[in-house]
């Protein structure tokens, strides 16, 4: 099916971009999984480390898989992609988690910048050349 999902672009020369309240929701619906794991196992919500790899891993595992995206993702009908609307490995996956920091370091101003920008591009999405697309 993914290769079917890239065809659609292929031939599509509109490229629909995710809206900040999608994206918005989406990040809200992803902590569900997190505070379920919590709820039944809570050692691993009162473990700082525990915490920081299992987001990592759900955000990097999933956005680099065939969802493209986690279940927040999922459940708004929006994918991750790189710049040419193919799916992103690990590496990249990786890296643009961690570089969601940055964009919450400055007073959530590099998720605001979305907002201003032709392609709807958070700071992390500048950094790796990614975007957020509706499927």
């Not at 050692?43 to 891993?57: A, E, K, Q, R």
């Not at 990249?92 to 007073?107: D, E, G, K």
Request: with cysteine; net charge neutral; aromatic share 14%.
């Amino acid at each position: 099916t993914l290769r079917l999902i890239m065809q659609s672009y292929e031939l599509d020369t509109e490229v629909k971009y995710a809206s900040f309240g999608e994206r918005a929701l989406a990040s809200t619906i992803d902590l569900i999984p997190g505070a379920i794991l919590g709820f039944f196992f809570p050692v691993f919500g009162s473990n700082f480390i525990l915490g920081l790899l299992y987001g990592w891993l759900y955000s990097a595992l999933f956005e680099s898989s065939q969802y493209q995206g986690g279940l927040g993702k999922i459940v708004m009908g929006i994918i991750v992609t790189d710049d040419k609307c193919q799916r992103i490995d690990f590496t990249t996956a990786t890296v643009r988690h961690f570089s969601r920091v940055l964009s919450s370091l400055i007073f959530g101003i590099g998720f605001l910048m979305m907002l201003w920008s032709d392609e709807r591009k958070c700071l992390h999405d500048k950094m790796v050349g990614t975007l957020v697309i509706k499927k």
